[in-house]
């Protein structure tokens, strides 16, 4: 279960230099094609933190096309994590999982943002057996595709985006629903992470979030077993007790896709998505890619969008597609 205080540092031993602490927060303006993150990691018991700020219009097949991207690495780690500022001009205000207020101004003044984020539903847990029914087989796996990212403490959570953005002297209004994080624990970055961050928003009336393992095959993205997941139905959250999906991709960027849930209620969903925006997020993290964009997502007759990332360890893939990899799944 998740409570106020999970938006601050967490108890932890202090001699466990690998205890991470994360935040992510997705944001877009669909009407322009406009899709942004921002990310912090935290290693409070090393004293620094890495920060990821990236702002892409459009569809970018390279990193070096994406309008605007500001990794920042070992800077000082704040005191709080619910109340911080980073030397890179990030600050963020959050008093509660449910209430973040994030504003940037980069340093040459290449982009800024003002964003309030606040939550439609009660923070989902998938650490807590009463909100993810799917936990014990889950944490069971010896399936290094998971990570530990996941493993330990994390809270995912549905909410309102309001703002303004400035990239690089144009401004735009924010006004979205997507899903932000939290993550803490042990966590040594392996690089053999294989998952799927989906997430399919239709203001506050109904989203889904879902957290899927992948596999590459001879070039082509497979979604299968579902780790976790959840429905949002007018402020309510119902785990999601099976889930598929299919999706076209070019470049290793999904261009469509198809997302079929059923929840604990036996209740039914079926949404079809179409990229507006895309680009691969190297910065956030050394050993791993985020292949990711966001999708205007149809419902019936409803329009939604969302973001869905396919997350890679770089290891992992170079298992699959570098030479030295290939040649050894051959042999084995």
């Known amino acids: 279960m998740i409570v106020d205080s999970d938006s601050e540092f967490h108890t932890r031993d202090p001699e466990d230099r690998t ?4 935040m ?8 322009e094609g406009i899709f942004g993150n921002v990310y912090v990691l935290a290693r409070p018991n090393l004293g620094v933190a890495t920060s990821s ?10 990193p070096y096309e994406i309008d605007f991207t ?22 963020v205000q959050a008093p509660t999982p449910k209430e973040y207020d994030v504003s940037y101004e980069n340093a040459l003044g290449a982009c800024s943002f003002e964003l309030s984020f606040r939550a439609v539903h009660e923070p989902f847990d ?3 057996p009463k909100q993810n029914p799917r936990l014990a087989a889950d944490r069971g796996s010896a399936d290094v595709r998971h990570g530990d990212a996941w493993e330990n403490g994390h809270f995912e959570v549905k ?108 209740k039914e969903f079926e949404f079809f998505g179409t990229a507006i925006s895309s680009h691969p997020w190297y910065t956030f993290n050394p050993c791993h ?10 419902w019936g007759d409803q329009v939604g969008y969302g973001e869905m990332a396919d997350i890679y360890g770089v290891d992992y893939l170079a298992q699959r597609t ?3 990899g290939r040649a050894q799944r051959s042999r084995s």
């Open 19 to 22: 205890w991470t602490e994360t």
């Open 24 to 31: 992510f927060l997705p944001f877009y303006v669909p009407e």
């Open 53 to 62: 700020v990236l702002v892409g219009q459009g569809f970018c097949a390279q």
């Open 70 to 91: 500001d990794p920042q690495v070992h800077l000082p780690c704040p005191e709080s994590f619910s109340k911080f500022t980073l030397e890179n001009g990030l600050s």
């Open 126 to 128: 998938p650490g807590d």
């Open 159 to 266: 909410g309102h985006i309001v703002g303004e953005l400035e990239l690089r002297g144009k401004k735009y209004r924010i006004d979205c629903f997507d899903g932000m994080d939290h993550s803490w624990g042990p966590r040594t970055e392996t690089g053999t992470r294989s998952v799927a961050w989906v997430s399919v928003n239709f203001g506050p009336k109904l989203s889904a979030h879902l957290a899927v393992l992948i596999d590459l095959r001879d070039g082509r993205v497979v979604y299968e077993r579902l780790r976790f997941g959840f429905i949002v139905e007018d402020g309510v959250v119902h785990p999601v007790e099976d889930a598929s999906i299919s999706a076209e991709h070019n470049q290793m960027l999904a261009m469509s896709n198809r997302i079929r849930i059923r929840d604990v209620r036996g």
């Open 289 to 298: 890619v985020s292949y990711q964009g966001i999708f205007r997502y149809q």
């Open 322 to 324: 570098s030479r030295h």
